[in-house]
């Protein structure tokens, strides 16, 4: 006869609600671990997908996702030149926030080298990669945008062409993926206003040195948008991304443009540990404290219970050494309540997190090897919160069901 | 019938003092008491309260040490003074059974389990333990009640079941403390004569603390206690 079972099945309700509560806290704790993968996930996963070999980035910086990085665009064909590359791309990515629809929409503009990368290598969930030059764009569906919808962003309109899932930045917001030279113009997009005065002292500047003097057609290109002026002001890339030739050393090929003096390079996995040694990082050991405070608290309260459910027997437990059970019998009682508490609470909040986790606002990650983990945590933390109610029971004297 | 005591030795305690407290909080509960109680003997402790009865019966019960004295049940020596010398929890597990003024029936296991649960803790194996607390159950008359929890039994039923839970392991003495307190006078008869029957027919030892005297007649000795001592004329066979 297993006296554990018995007992929860004539306390059924009282064990369901409190095995609930335990679920609860443990499915914070999973979801916890799980905030914590879901941020690396994120971080990481532009530089996993994008398939660069190469991160070419401002000299002294360490690239887009830890600092402003601002290089020329033509960098590019600079690149392409060294031996063993097969391709260099413009990079852009930099977050912004505009007003749609009567909300705000906070988004990562990620530009794609255009005619060379048209983002074939997005996952789309609906619709195509680009296919024109301008005004058109991928956005995750965290953007809540449709397939089709019209996106004003500065003076022009976007459509969106094609919609992925599960592409965010390290901060948790949607990338919409353009052409380089739409995400630049979004970028640099600025008020009529501020554009006139702009191009007016561009021109004021011209006419006061000896060139604008003596040349009016520069005076008049003087006037043309910003991008259509390189000399003047060079559009400005946040990184360039290099596919290297098959076969060709990685190592050689950083070494060859590392000695140019105005970049600095990085292979994709010194980018991504910089990525995670940077921002997540703090994110990571705050979300790991916060799970081994809510470790013991878990502990402390599944303690408290057993205890408490121990002293609600106490007398039963005493009946039992009166009538000569064995200390394993009254232990077993317990340990085995506290792992059927354990089990059940983890069972819980391992279904309960298959709803609730997909509907928080940064990406839940929960794996295999994690559940396991806590599987072992959530054991052990059974079998220490056993232990007062256990030493509650072992100390309690058989004459007590006397004076009871 | 009455066996002799020497040859069929139930419980005997030998010049048995309790003393609770120290200093100027000292109780002597019990004093030099010697009593011997034979197998198949039921015996009714009486006295007022305060007496000192449930004192010596928890005693003999191994439940709560003597200060001085000896206590030896079924002729095997088993306290000698507060020292043990065997292990008590075993030795109450194969020899004793309690019958109390409550039942104290274990809320969550029905009346066959309650019984059952007694035959298990002393390594019966379960089939064996289900079909031995039936037989008791129907011994007792309360069969029928057998897949009920407590909860739903009457006092009488309840108590019916910590007798079959006393006699489960086949013990050579029961010890049962004023139980009939919590029962009118017919329930409180048909527990005392359950008691007899058990006494005579599974020959054991049976010693009742009990202010009840409606059913004394079915006792085979009366002994009674009075300030800690043994009345000197409290021990009489009927």
Known sequence: MNLARRDIQHHLGRFAFTTV???????????????????????????????????????????PFAEVSRLPANLEDRVRAVPGVASARRFVSHTIQRPHQGRALRMVVQGLSWPEDRGDWVPLVAGRPIRQAHYELIADQSLGLALG????????????????????????????????????AIQFDLPGEATRLERAARLHRLESIDLGQVSPQLSERA?????????????????????????????????????????????????????????????????????????????????????????????????????????????????????LMGTFGFGLAWWLGRFAFPHFPRLVVIEPADLAQLALIVLGISMLASLLGIWKALTVEANTVLSA | MNPSPDTHPGVEVTALTKIYGSGNTEVVAVKDVSLRVARGEMVALLGPSGAGKSTLLTAMALINPPTSGQIRIGGEPVMDGPRALVDLRAFRRQHLGFVFQKANLIPFLTARENVQVALEVNDVPSRAARQRAMELLEYLGVAQRADHLPDALSGG???????ARALANHPSLILADEPTAALDRQ?????????????????????????????????????????GHLKPTGDHFR
């Open chain 2, 157 to 163: 039923e309840q108590q019916r079941v910590a007798v």
């Open chain 1, 21 to 63: 509560g335990i679920g609860l806290l443990l499915m914070i704790v999973m979801g916890m671990g799980g905030i914590y993968r879901g941020l690396i996930y994120e971080a990481t996963l532009l530089v996993d997908r994008i398939g660069a070999d190469l991160w070419v980035v401002q000299g002294n910086t360490r690239g």
């Open chain 1, 223 to 339: 006037m043309a948008p910003a991008n259509q002026l390189p000399a003047i002001a060079p559009p400005r890339v946040s990184a360039v991304l290099v596919t290297l030739r098959e076969g060709a050393d990685a190592a050689t090929v950083a070494a060859t443009i590392s000695r140019w003096t105005d970049v600095t390079v990085y292979s994709t996995q010194e980018q991504r540990d910089l990525l995670l040694s940077g921002m997540v990082d703090k994110a990571r050991r705050q979300l790991g404290l916060f799970r081994v405070l809510l470790i013991l608290i878990s502990t402390i309260v599944i303690a408290l219970i057993l205890y408490t459910l121990t002293l609600d027997k106490i007398r039963d437990i005493a009946l039992l050494k009166l009538i000569g059970a064995r200390n394993r019998v009254i232990v077993g009682l317990i340990f085995q309540q506290a792992l």
């Open chain 2, 187 to 227: 329930r409180g008869r048909q527990v005392m004569e359950l008691f007899a029957k058990v006494a005579h027919e599974q020959h054991a030892a049976v010693v009742v603390v009990t202010h009840d005297t409606r059913a004394i007649d079915l006792f085979d000795r009366i002994v009674e206690m009075e300030d």
């Open chain 1, 149 to 184: 919808e019209r996106l004003r962003l500065g003076m022009d309109l976007y459509e969106v062409v094609g919609l992925t899932r599960g592409m965010v930045g390290s901060s948790g917001d949607g990338l919409a993926f353009f052409t380089v030279s739409d995400s630049t």
